[in-house]
Nanobody
């Protein structure tokens, strides 16, 4: 079966950086459009970033543009999210997600596989 396993998040001060990893097993990573979502406290799950199967196209939520970078390494079956210039409002549980659809989406309902979620806390 397909499984997504995320690295641990952590506690970081405002202005700092953190990188999350997502390892995919069960099927080649090239089968999937990959994305990251997050669930802030008191808010609904929201789209953060997405990347196409080949890595040639990326999409970002407005609130992370210029700060976060999504990447993938199909040879290592891994996707990552580099988070720079972190702010307290970035505090959330972060989820890696995958869909076999040919086109990605900002809607979490379109993703059939999910990582376990990891807590990222940004202190002021």
């Amino acid at each position: 079966q397909v499984q997504l396993v995320e690295s641990e998040g952590g506690l970081v001060q405002a202005g700092g950086s953190l990188r999350l990893y997502c390892i995919v097993s069960g099927r080649p990573l090239t089968n999937f459009v990959m994305a990251w979502f997050r669930h802030p406290p008191g808010k609904e799950r929201e789209f953060v970033a997405g990347i196409s199967r080949s890595g040639g196209n990326t999409d970002y939520a407005d609130f992370v543009k210029g700060r976060f970078t999504i990447s993938r390494d199909n040879g290592k079956n891994a996707a990552s999210l580099q988070m720079n210039y972190l702010m307290p409002e970035d505090t959330a549980v972060y989820y890696c997600a995958a869909t076999g659809s040919s086109r990605g989406s900002t809607d979490y309902n379109e993703y059939e596989y999910w990582g376990q979620g990891t807590q990222v806390t940004v202190s002021s």
